[in-house]
């Protein structure tokens, strides 16, 4: 098992480095009008050229890519272009309310959709068939029209939640609530309909196994037989399932946060790749790897420890 | 045993100390050996029964000998041509001589295609018209005694043992001198078994097809072998006449194997345990 | 023995489920209505610049926001441009979006994912390394970074998601060609000779196929909503007219009037669900397809779930099983027949007034082919049939207690509860399959105990010790501590009878029990079995094909064929004077009692061949 995470750090690693490097050099050939943006239409080619100068711009590829490593192997990830605020503090900045959403969608979406593949797996029934119908509707419709629909009739139309962010530093739990509530529904909604389609097929396909049988034969109560055995047998591909929507969310936030006018990672991202601000861009980028990886370190872990034929392989 | 001096080697295989080893999983662990060096010859028209457990490399070495594993060391001829190492392209030529026959009777024909698509794919490969291939497989399925119409149809619509013998005429589609045949039987129901047996012998009295019979099974191998090799981790502890190895055999292990399978009938069966017990009593230091 | 044709020809499958998968796809109501929204998109965008009003950015600033009606169909936006006309160019960029898409992918991740599948090794390591990269970085993020690298570009946004979604091809495709490269049916093909081209062409891509096509009606769906997502964000190119653009600009006027958000909102989701719908029911006519050519026949049967719902009605009745006076066995079926119901009002019978019983101490083998009703027959006995299983009559007793009652329609799982696992043990046929491979032996052995004797953790380890000891197991302490896959599949069977007796059971119920080891394995295992049953007094239901295993362990023995008790009575008699035909038959094709073909029939001369 040991061998088997450090392994995929390193490869984690390595991922890392390829893409922070691929976007670099991409961004680098994207850059040139960047000064003239910053400075305005009106600026003149001197102004220009000193900001060129000031930011670094004039200098070759790769000694700016270098230099971008240095400063990010000991934790300086530069300043915006644009305003001149600290990468790493834009970032810690707008993260909690970005986390928050993804967490709780994450942490939303295995309840229910444990609760809702445990109902429709095991009573069957016109439970499961609504279960099932419910699910085709929820992947058939696109994340943000959700989102759309939630916002103007919730928000707008009865005014139940605020359409606008009201978070605002030190205004304690009750404007968190508020203002995410309908984001993180929005967020979920997808994740949760295509778990419980999973969930339920392994659940179903786990009932029918053998060792179910004879755990029956041993007069173990089928609760027991549920919970402990069948739900563990099932997890592993869930839960790798739910790593890959824990990626979706937080690519999915970029316009939820957007819809409800919500100041996250999501916003800064769309701001900063619009504008080519280099040093955000990056950061953004470094973050979610780094969150990614996180991720799937976890669902690894976990996975090794519900079922240790994993640990093996 | 025949020979054939006059137009030809004498022996159709001839394997010598074949060693085949699978790469494992992790790139540094060390390969698993499964053969150690076996050897084993067969000639024209003849049956080799070769027997053992699950895990002692009998399967392997008729995939060996079909290219479908690689050998790790050793020889194969088959009529005195080297086919160790065969590309992809002189395989087609040795398949005219070599067939095969599996054990799982569902999953060796494509469930997609038509028995009559199976059958003829190999004989249009080899340049046959499209009108010779659908009536040599006619006369392939009525071979295998099974009706002309089964062209037509998908193998869902048969029975394993109407599968097997599909499978049978594939192999029999180019004349081969030599069919693999890997626990043809063992999937199947114990009368079912005993008529595709039957079938197989058939077929050896009328064509002169040479079979390495392999199997788990004694009995299986004594019914239908001239001569019986016994693989054991590996390596073929015992080899010889098919009476005499399977009915009176020297190895400890083939003892075993053979005190081990139960008689049908509870005296004798009786009798056999007894001295089963007895040979687990005696020393077992030939174990590997 | 000499008889050749197989009588058992299977059916023939009826025609109507040998029906075209297309045409059991235009049967489907989701289906139909799809192809319509699909095939409208497809005319709308062909022929937008016939039929559009208006030119795309032609605006009326006076006529702004202004209601559906007249010349504008369904009104303006807050620029005053037609609505309905933006929708059909729209379309346009929808669809050239969804072909890029979904081509790049296909063109990225088939390829790959068929060499990655059929050669493996190097190349599968490096190309899958590509993919989890691709599959571990968010959509948008990449999307955004891409525009900020080469500026907004509808052509290149969808290129890059192309490949964003390509491992979702390649995963499929590679996994699906592992699968196939390993059927026997590729190793016969290639044993023919057949080159690898032509192996890929005739039998790998034929069974890739269809879970392509579904996979891209799916990303079909995701092309369109990350479009519409990245115009809705204003990152799309702003000299086209999108959808996403149009939802942008209603969402700005949804103050004033919903319906500028409402129509492209409800084009975007007629379309996605459309894809989606599509896929859906494109599955479901390609599995109804597979399931049509049968799975093949498993000789377990399937444990599927004793009928909850039906326990539940049953609740009031009491908990245990309701006496029956008089008990001459410890084991009494008398005229049993079980049926599954195969329609409306249609049933299957695979137990046909079945009548045996077995005795305290007493072996009694169930013999009999794939179908015989065996293995039903004894899982009624467990009470272990799955739900959808119609008692059509007889009963069933245990000792002193009813199990199946005469009347009973359905298996009632309460009358087991006492009995199974507490009196009645079961030992299964795949030692793997059978253990849970999630917990240690131990574990798997004691919480039984703990549960049906009620005995403390302490006292389940300790006898749980004694009995893989009393099984033949070596280091029961070392087995106790492991985990199913790392002892044999003999160590599993010893462990799975060591928990069929481990609460003293009068009785034993064993399912093929050493089909599947090796015959010095079966071997050692028979001993076991036998060790036991003689030193318990244990009352034992065996079931076998093997009239070896019969002769070894059995007293008395019934012999079945297709679902019914042809013969039955003492094990001598039945194995040296069998009265029945088919019992003959059974004992006539064992190859053991025949004489070896060599001396059966003379050597082949040269001439011969």
Request: proline share 6%; glycine share 8%; net charge neutral.
């Amino acid at each position: 098992m040991f061998a088997f995470i450090t392994r995929r750090l390193v490869s984690s690693l390595v991922t890392l480095v390829v893409v922070c490097c691929l976007t670099y050099i991409l961004l680098f050939f994207s850059g040139g009008t960047v000064a003239q943006n910053i400075l305005g239409a009106d600026a003149t080619p001197e102004q220009i050229h000193a900001k060129e100068a000031q930011l670094g711009l004039d200098r070759p590829l790769l000694i700016r890519l270098g230099l971008w490593w240095t400063g990010a192997l000991t934790g300086n990830f530069g300043k915006s272009w644009y305003n001149g605020e600290p990468v790493f503090e834009a970032i810690l900045n707008r993260l909690p309310i970005t986390l928050t959403m993804v967490i709780a969608a994450t942490v939303l979406t295995v309840f229910v959709s444990v609760v809702l593949a445990v109902a429709s797996s095991v009573r069957r029934g016109w439970i499961d068939r609504a279960i099932q119908v419910l699910g085709v509707i929820g992947t058939a419709l696109p994340n943000f029209l959700i989102g759309l629909f939630l916002v103007t009739f919730f928000a707008i139309q009865l005014g139940w939640f605020p359409a606008i962010s009201t978070i605002y530093p030190g205004g304690g739990l009750s404007p968190w609530i508020a203002s995410l509530t309908l984001p993180v529904i929005a967020l979920t909604i997808g994740s949760v309909t295509a778990m419980t389609q999973q969930l339920r097929s392994a659940i179903i396909q786990q009932l029918e196994l053998d060792y179910v049988r004879t755990l029956r034969s041993r007069g173990m109560r089928e609760n027991v037989i549920l919970y402990r055995h069948v739900l563990r047998n099932a997890a592993p591909p869930s839960l790798t399932l739910l790593g890959l929507h824990f990626v979706g969310m937080l690519g999915g936030v970029v316009i939820i946060e957007q819809m409800f006018a919500l100041p996250g990672m999501g916003t800064l991202a769309v701001s900063a790749t619009s504008t080519g601000d280099t040093p955000l861009v990056m950061g953004v980028v470094v973050y979610t790897i780094l969150l990614v990886i996180i991720v799937n370190l976890i669902v690894d872990l976990v996975n090794g420890w519900l079922n240790p034929k994993v640990r093996v392989s | 045993m025949s020979t054939m001096a006059e137009n030809g080697p004498d022996r159709l295989l001839e394997v010598q100390d074949l060693k085949v080893q699978f790469r494992p999983k992790r790139r540094l662990a060390r390969p698993f050996q499964v053969l150690h060096g076996v050897s084993l010859h067969l000639g024209f028209g003849e049956t080799l029964g070769l027997v053992g457990e699950s895990g002692s490399g009998k399967s392997t070495i008729g995939r060996a000998i079909l290219g479908l594993v690689p050998a790790a060391g050793g020889r194969i001829h088959l009529e005195g041509r080297d086919i160790t190492h065969l590309k992809q392209r002189e395989r087609r030529a040795v398949s005219k001589e070599l067939q095969v026959v599996f054990q799982d009777p569902y999953s060796s024909l494509n469930p997609a295609r038509t028995i009559g698509d199976t059958l003829s794919e190999p004989l249009l490969v080899s340049g046959l018209s499209g009108q010779d291939a659908r009536k040599r497989v006619g006369t392939l399925l009525d071979r295998v005694h099974l009706p002309s119409d089964a062209m037509d149809r998908l193998p869902r619509e048969f029975s394993g043992g109407q599968r097997q013998r599909i499978a049978i005429a594939r192999a029999l589609a180019p004349k081969p001198k030599l069919i693999i045949c890997d626990e043809p039987v063992s999937a199947l129901d114990l009368t079912t078994q005993a008529r595709v047996l039957d079938l197989f012998a058939e077929i050896q009295q009328d064509t002169g097809v040479a079979y390495l019979f392999i199997s788990h099974d004694l009995d299986v191998v004594r019914y239908v072998s001239d001569r019986v090799s016994v693989l054991y981790r590996g390596n073929i502890v015992e080899e010889g006449d098919a009476e005499q190895v399977t009915v009176n055999p020297q190895h400890p292990y083939t003892q075993r194997l053979l005190l081990a399978s139960p008689l049908s009938d509870p005296d004798e069966q009786a009798e056999r345990r007894a001295a089963w017990h007895a040979l687990n009593a005696v020393d077992a230091s030939w174990r590997l | 023995m000499t008889e050749v044709t197989s009588p058992t020809a299977a059916p023939p499958a009826p025609a109507a489920l040998r029906s075209h998968p297309l045409r059991r796809l235009l049967r489907n109501p989701f289906a139909l209505y799809s192809i319509v929204v699909l095939l409208a998109l497809v005319a709308a965008a062909t022929l937008a610049p016939l039929i559009a009003p208006f030119p795309p950015e032609y605006a009326d600033l006076g006529n702004s926001l202004a209601a559906p009606g007249g010349a504008n169909l369904l009104g303006t936006d807050s620029a005053g441009r037609d609505i309905f006309s933006r929708l059909l160019w729209g379309s346009q960029t929808t669809l050239l979006g969804v072909l890029i898409v979904t081509a790049m992918a296909l063109l990225v991740g088939v390829p790959t994912g068929l060499l990655a599948g059929y050669y493996g090794r190097f190349l599968d390591d490096v190309t899958s390394w590509f993919a989890n990269i691709l599959m571990a970085l968010p959509g948008i993020i990449v999307l955004l970074t891409v525009r900020a690298a080469v500026g907004p570009s509808l052509v290149i946004a969808m290129i890059a998601l192309g490949i964003m979604v390509s491992p979702s091809y390649f995963r499929l495709t590679r996994s699906t060609v592992q699968g196939v490269r390993n059927e026997l049916y590729v190793d016969a093909a290639r044993v023919a000779g057949l080159s690898n081209a032509r192996i890929m062409a005739r039998h790998v891509l034929l069974v890739v196929r269809a879970p392509l096509i579904i996979q891209t009606a799916n990303v079909g769906g995701i092309a369109i909503s990350v479009q519409a997502g990245l115009d809705f964000l204003g990152l799309g190119d702003p000299n086209t007219v999108t959808w996403g653009g149009m939802v942008s600009d209603g969402f700005v006027t949804v103050y004033q009037t919903p319906l500028g958000l409402l129509w492209p909102a409800l084009a975007i989701g007629l379309v996605t669900a459309a894809f989606v719908l599509l896929g859906n029911a494109l599955r479901d006519a390609l599995e109804d397809a597979e399931k049509v050519k049968g799975k093949r026949p498993v000789r377990t049967a399937k444990a599927a779930a004793p009928d909850s719902k039906d326990d539940r009605e049953h609740k009031n009745e009491g908990q245990a099983a309701p006496k029956r006076p008089e008990a001459a066995h410890l084991m009494d079926v008398r005229n049993l027949s079980i049926a599954y119901p195969t329609g409306p009002s249609d049933l299957r019978t695979v137990v046909k007034d079945v009548s045996f019983t077995v005795d305290r101490g007493e072996v009694v083998g169930l013999v009999g082919e794939s179908g015989s009703g065996k293995s039903q027959s004894a899982f009624t006995a467990l009470g272990l049939l799955s739900g959808a299983a119609i008692v059509t009559g007889g009963s069933v007793s245990f000792d002193d207690r009813w199990l199946v009652k005469p009347g009973d329609a359905k298996i009632r799982q309460q009358h087991y509860s006492g009995i199974r696992g507490k009196r009645i043990g079961y030992i299964p046929q795949e030692p793997m399959s059978n253990l849970d491979s999630a917990f240690t032996i131990g574990f798997q052995l004691t919480s039984p105990m703990r549960e049906v004797l009620g005995i403390s953790k302490d006292e389940a380890t300790k006898r749980a010790k004694d009995l893989l000891a009393s099984v033949g197991i070596p280091d029961p302490d070392r087995t106790m501590r492991a985990y199913p896959h790392e002892i044999s599949g003999g160590m599993a069977q010893r462990v799975l009878i060591a928990g069929a007796i481990s609460c003293e059971p009068d009785l034993l119920v064993a399912d093929e029990p050493t089909t599947a080891l090796d015959v010095t394995v079966q071997a050692e295992v028979l001993d076991v079995l036998r060790d036991l049953q003689q030193r318990l007094g244990l009352g034992v239901l065996l079931i076998t094909h093997n009239f070896g295993v019969v002769a070894d362990l059995c007293d008395r023995v019934v012999v079945m064929q297709s679902g019914a008790v042809v013969e039955q009575g003492p094990v001598r008699d039945i194995i040296r004077q069998p009265t029945h035909e088919y019992t003959q038959k059974l004992l006539g094709s064992m190859v053991k009692n025949a004489e070896s073909r060599k001396t059966a029939r003379p050597a082949l001369t040269t001439e011969e061949r």
